[in-house]
């Protein structure tokens, strides 16, 4: 069964201070894997798409890569406004339909 | 990035009646949508996948006479629960894609919080 774990569940940082989220898949053949933010009642924004093990993407202040098991999403000298729920998401050669991970809370604190 | 829109933002109904919720792209033709719940600091749930033109594929444990879902055309779809409860209440959320984009690549709606009392 596709499965996605993310860690920490919570996550708070000062402002600058760099950190990594991780998100752990286990999938019966990868599509692809999405990272997206979440801020309070609203809903998911698309940040990265990732579709093979070594390929890594960046914006702004976030990279994200992957692994044939897990994935990281780098912040670097994040900012009060990076603060959010970031979300990882699987798609399987199994099913067409996004697994989603619980999440990572993360405030960042100027 | 691609937009999709919902309506209404928030809503409050009595038990009892039914309630219906629309989610729109607004720059592309969405080939296929699907409709998200979420309950406080949980992930996301998927309810129901649908195609244009097609009937929805509900996920299991997914009451299909209770969320009825139309995706009537390739801007527009709705979900409808029907006879809501307390226990419907929830946020949920559409997302969209089209054929040609990126594999699996899909946007996310600003979401519908429905409060049944």
């Known amino acids: 069964e596709d499965q996605v774990t993310q860690s920490p569940e919570a996550l708070r940082l000062q402002e600058g201070e760099s950190s990594s989220l991780n998100c752990s898949y286990t999938?019966?053949?990868?599509?692809?894997l999405f990272w997206y933010r979440q801020d309070p009642g609203k809903g998911p924004e698309f940040l990265f798409t990732?579709?093979?093990a070594g390929e890594e993407k960046e914006k702004e202040r976030l990279k994200a890569t992957l692994t044939k098991k897990e994935s990281f999403l780098h912040i670097t000298a994040p900012k009060p406004e990076d603060s959010a729920t970031y979300l990882c998401a699987v798609l399987s050669y199994n099913t067409d339909k996004l697994i989603f991970g619980t999440g990572t809370r993360l405030q960042v604190f100027p | 990035g691609a937009v999709v829109s919902q309506h209404p933002s928030w809503v409050i109904c009595k038990s009892g009646t039914s309630v219906k919720i629309e989610c729109r792209s607004l720059d592309f033709q969405a080939t296929t949508m699907f409709w998200y719940r979420q309950f406080p600091k949980q992930s996301l749930m998927l309810m129901a996948t649908?195609?244009?033109?097609?009937?929805?594929?509900?996920e299991q444990g997914v009451e299909k006479d209770k969320f009825l879902i139309n995706h009537a055309s390739l801007t527009l779809s709705t979900l409808t629960v029907t006879s809501a409860h307390p226990e419907d209440s929830s946020f949920y959320i559409c997302s969209a894609r089209t054929s040609g984009w990126a594999d699996g690549e899909q946007y996310f709606g600003p979401g519908t919080r429905l409060t049944v009392t």
């Open positions: 649908s195609n244009e033109g097609s009937k929805a594929t509900y």
């Open positions: 999938v019966s053949g990868l599509r692809g």
């Open positions: 990732l579709y093979s």
